[in-house]
């Protein structure tokens, strides 16, 4: 009920396995970091994780709220509380912020019990204190969804849908890349202000930085497809200080088969 558990995930893409067998449990109330080198797997694993149809699931299961995830689809997921932030945000040209938003609420709202936004003129209230926080302008909320927008301000977009939707398990790949300083600490501030007993993150990151306003409960490291350690925080420092190979090469055979 209060966790989401992914057991002995094998995932392949146009033919090639690229998660090899990945069990990792998501609690709610708890900041769980994901760590591991280029092409390791971790954009895979959150794809998979909403269900993005391009990716083969040929081994394992994924349980939420006594349900396998992997038998239901993108939407009766999201309604289930589930969020995902894309590392590459995608333009949508023709829909304005403030309608795909309105939308994605309306969706959610008939599932659960949270508090929305009942009319439009609240909502837009709303919509404004979060672009406030987030240090985006309120032109933001008329303009299409990230078309035109720097990376930051995508990044940022991407929050500021998590803060709307109020998720119960999200997945935010890689938000802090490309952001400045301040940027960082906005977004890992925003993150902060969602925890809770009924919050769980993934936080997949490269840096130690987001991690330093966002201090996780838990940190993966994923390499080839594997989740190969689990520790907690002192992990982040040893990998910032000492890179991936002396990981690679104790775990070598461990990755290899
Ligand atoms: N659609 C695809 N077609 C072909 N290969 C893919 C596809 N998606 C992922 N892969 C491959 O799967 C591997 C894992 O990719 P993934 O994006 O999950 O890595 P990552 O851990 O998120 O890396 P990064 O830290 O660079 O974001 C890579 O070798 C990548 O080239
Ligand atoms: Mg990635």
Redesign the pocket.
């Known amino acids: 009920m209060d966790r989401l558990e992914i057991k002995d995930l094998h995932v392949q ?2 033919g ?1 396995e ?1 998660l090899r067998g990945v069990s990792l449990t998501i609690e709610k109330g708890k900041i769980h970091a994901l760590m ?1 080198p ?7 694993l959150a794809m998979v994780l909403l269900g993005h149809p ?1 990716y083969e699931v040929t081994q394992g299961e994924i349980w939420y709220k006594g349900q396998n995830l992997l038998e239901l689809s993108p939407d009766e997921r999201a309604k289930l509380g589930l969020f995902l932030a894309f ?1 590459y945000p995608f333009e949508i040209e023709g829909v304005s912020l403030s309608h795909f938003l309105w939308t994605a609420i309306m969706e959610r709202k008939k599932s659960n019990g949270h508090a929305y936004p009942s009319n439009p003129l609240e909502y837009r209230k709303e919509l404004r204190k979060h672009l406030q926080r987030l240090q985006l302008s309120d032109d933001f909320i008329d303009r299409y969804v990230n078309v035109g927008f720097s990376g930051g301000e995508k990044k940022r977009t991407e929050i500021l849908q998590m803060l709307v939707l109020k998720p119960e398990i999200a997945v935010l790949d ?1 938000v802090d890349s490309g952001l400045d300083i301040d940027s960082v600490r906005i977004v890992a501030e925003a993150v902060n202000a969602m925890r809770g007993p009924n919050f769980g993150a993934l936080v997949i990151t ?1 840096y130690q930085r987001i991690l330093n306003y966002l201090t996780p409960d838990v940190v993966h490291v ?1 390499i080839r497809g594997k989740i190969v350690r689990t520790g907690d925080v002192h992990l982040v420092h040893e990998l910032e200080a000492k890179g991936y190979d002396w990981l690679i090469q104790e775990v070598g055979e461990e990755v290899q088969t």
């Open positions: 893409v146009e090639k690229i591991g280029n092409g390791s797997g971790k954009s895979t391009k590392q890689e490269h994923m």
